[in-house]
């Protein structure tokens, strides 16, 4: 009886196993096939967007371009051209006081009029206004990190409030290091954004329609 017992035992965890282990081969061919769509994706990806006019003239539009998208005066970067899905992706970003909004989005070809490209200097005009466009960044910032300071300051009891010392300065220092580079790295974009910039149109559609050049 016990012997019969424990082949029947035996056989369960065998099924068991053969279950688990098709699992896993069902997993890791799904895997599979999701790194090759994946690859495939990024693979058909370019950093740049060749365009031709109807008399065979073109204009490359490169990753960190500014671009428009239609009616749409929103300033947005350009970041890649996907050939596989026929979309471009762009990402906006924009100083609201506060905080810095950045978004990624993505737009089908297909949906898209025209786009226009920024032809300005924006390089020169970011270097001379990323160290002052810091102050832009953190002044709100740190008026906020101030007041969550003195606030911190009536809680813990402290008569003098001194940022730099006891339970106060693992506030303070981390909340400085985050307002600081924050502003550091969203200075630049925010800074290439200003001015009204000139702008070439380029139409997607119609009979002076651009065609893509990228193959």
């Known amino acids: 009886m016990k012997f019969i017992i424990s082949l029947i035992a035996l056989n369960l965890l065998s099924a068991e196993y053969s279950l688990t282990a098709d699992d896993d081969k069902k997993n890791n061919r799904s895997a599979a096939v999701s790194n090759i769509d994946s690859a495939q994706y990024w693979a058909q990806t370019n950093v ?7 008399i065979g003239l ?32 762009v990402k906006d970003i924009s100083y609201k006081v ?12 297909s949906e898209i009029d025209r786009i226009k490209l920024r032809l300005d200097n924006t390089f020169n005009r970011a270097l001379l206004l990323w160290y002052p466009n ?24 402290e008569k003098h409030i001194d940022r730099s010392k006891g339970a106060l300065s693992s ?8 307002i600081m ?9 925010t800074a290439k954004k200003v ?3 000139e702008w070439l149109s380029i139409p997607l559609k119609g009979d002076s329609a651009w ?5």
């Open 48 to 54: 740049s967007l060749n365009l031709k006019d109807p």
């Open 58 to 89: 073109g204009v490359l539009i490169k990753k960190g371009q500014q671009i428009k998208i239609n009616n749409d005066n929103r300033k947005l970067f350009f970041q890649g051209y996907n050939s596989l899905s026929n979309t471009i992706t």
């Open 98 to 109: 506060f905080y810095t909004k950045r978004k990624k989005l993505e737009y089908r070809l």
């Open 134 to 157: 810091i102050f832009v960044h953190v002044l709100p910032q740190a008026v906020i990190g101030g007041v969550v300071t003195g606030i911190a300051g009536v809680i813990t009891g």
């Open 171 to 178: 506030i303070f220092y981390p909340m400085m290091i985050y």
């Open 181 to 189: 580079g924050n502003g550091f790295i969203n200075s630049w974009p």
């Open 195 to 197: 001015g009204k910039g």
């Open 211 to 215: 065609k893509i050049a990228n193959k």
